[in-house]
C-alpha cells in the first residue's frame, strides 16, 4: 500500500471512531438518562415578565415580651368580677405556662395566615390587644387598647388570632373559679420584637 491509500484509511477509521465514540455518549451508558424528558424547542421568541422585588421578614408578627403598657387596665374598662386578666407580668407558674403556649399558638398561626398585602405595603406598627377566652378556648371577645393604631394593623390582629381559634381550654387553675380569661398583648407588625 502506498502513503496516500494509509493515510486516507487512517482518516476514515479516525473519523468511524469518533462517530462511534459520540453515539455511545449520546446514546449509550455512558450519555444522559434515557429517562429524562424530552427537550421541547419553541420558535417563539424568549419573555421575560419582571416583578418588583419585596424583601421578605421572615416573622411578619410577634408578640412582644414582658407587661402590657401602663394603664391597661384602665384603659380596657374596669375588670369584671367573672374575668381573670393576665399578661407578660402574671408570674403563677400555670397562667404563665398558659400564656406561653398561647403566644406560640398565636404566633406560628399568625405568621403563615398573615396578609401577603400588609408585606408588599411594608406596613408596619404595633397594636395592643384584649383577648377574651371562655373556659373552653373559644374567643368571646377582642378590644383593641389605646389609640393611634392603624386600622389594617387592628384588622390583621382579629384576624390572625381568630384564625388561631379555639386554643386549648383554659385550666381551672389558670380561670381561679372566673369564667372568662383576659390575654392582653402588644403585637408587633413587622417590627423586631425585643
Known amino acids: ?19 462511534v465514540v459520540h453515539i455511545l455518549v449520546l446514546f ?21 415578565e419582571l416583578q418588583r422585588s419585596v424583601p421578605q421578614r421572615t416573622q411578619p408578627i410577634g408578640l412582644v415580651i414582658g407587661a402590657a403598657p401602663d394603664g391597661w387596665r384602665v384603659i380596657d374598662e374596669q375588670p369584671r368580677g367573672h374575668q381573670r386578666h393576665i399578661d407578660g407580668t402574671t408570674r403563677d407558674e400555670p397562667a404563665a405556662r398558659y400564656l406561653r403556649d398561647w403566644i406560640l399558638r398565636a404566633e406560628a398561626v399568625g405568621n403563615r395566615v398573615y396578609p401577603r398585602a400588609l408585606i408588599e405595603a411594608d406596613v408596619t ?13 373559644e ?30 381550654a383554659v385550666p381551672p387553675e389558670v380561670l381561679q373559679g372566673r369564667d372568662e380569661l383576659v390575654i392582653t398583648r402588644t403585637w408587633s407588625f413587622g417590627e423586631a420584637v425585643p
Not at 500500500?1 to 462517530?19: H, I
Open 1 to 19: 500500500m502506498d502513503d496516500a491509500t494509509l493515510a486516507r484509511d487512517r482518516l476514515l477509521m479516525a473519523v468511524l471512531l469518533s462517530m
Open 28 to 48: 449509550g451508558p455512558f450519555g444522559p438518562d434515557i429517562a429524562s424528558p424530552p427537550r421541547i424547542t419553541t420558535e417563539m421568541p424568549l419573555t421575560l
Open 125 to 137: 406598627g404595633r397594636v395592643i390587644m384584649a383577648v377574651t377566652l371562655n373556659a373552653s378556648g
Open 139 to 168: 374567643i368571646v371577645a377582642t378590644r383593641m387598647l389605646g389609640k393611634g393604631t392603624r386600622p389594617a394593623l387592628e384588622q390583621a390582629a382579629r384576624r390572625l388570632v381568630e384564625a388561631a381559634a379555639p386554643f386549648p
